[in-house]
């Protein structure tokens, strides 16, 4: 398994911070149940259809199948697919720099997934932070603990189009928003300007060390460097600024 993830993750640098995002898309929705794993059929729509998980980098999903398919070579029936993704984003993380943490295994794989109930249960680029905070508290995590794992966004990149609201036509008075560092808002005017165009076109969230599981983000938010506005608004908030501190 380990030889799969590090072949997998040097030859697609993005495979840690997808396979994390979808561990988190997973988990966050219904429990971490690989009912975001399943694919979607002529009868029937899957989780990975919801509009929030059509920007989910393939690299993740076909990182699962090698593993599934090596395991089930050797050990037939026995590994699930929702441990299988526990492990392999806790191994990635640790790769990309990130701590290690042990991860308790017997979890069991859905037979279903319902795309319905997927945008109600996850967070967006806009969700006010009265909204996230809430959201969270949902599934039993503090402001502390949203912070933390909104952490990361330390490595892997957004969309412009989950950003472009802070970098155009921000206001009457100014084109972008303040919050942002004036050069970083220039770059990302430059780098997104024909975004409309091209969707895929993105960003990295973390701007010094995007391919390193680290703090910085936490130091990026602090200079204006924080690429969405749900992220930069946890230094402006009362609840969560001493956490990002």
Known sequence: MQTILAEKQLSAPTTAAATLRVFFHDCFVNGCDSSMLIASNAFNKSERDANVNL???????????????????GCPGVVSCSDIL??????LVVMVGGPFYEVVLGRKDSRESNPSIVDKNL???LTPMNELLSLFSSKGF????????VGAHT??????????????????????????????????????ANYTKSPAMSAFNDVYTPGKFDNMYY???????????SDQAMVTDNRTKPFVD
């Open 55 to 73: 920007s989910v980098a393939g690299d993740a999903f076909d990182l699962i199948t090698r593993v599934k398919t090596a395991l089930e070579l």
């Open 86 to 91: 526990a492990v392999s984003a806790r191994d």
């Open 123 to 125: 967070p967006k680029a």
């Open 142 to 149: 503090s402001a502390e603990e949203m912070v933390a794992l």
């Open 155 to 192: 490595i892997g990149f957004s969309h412009c189009k989950e950003f472009a609201n802070r970098i155009f036509n921000f206001s009457k008075t100014s084109e972008f928003d303040p919050a942002y560092n004036p050069v970083f808002a220039q770059g990302l005017r430059k780098l997104c």
């Open 219 to 229: 130091k990026n938010l602090q200079i204006g460097l924080g690429l969405l506005s």
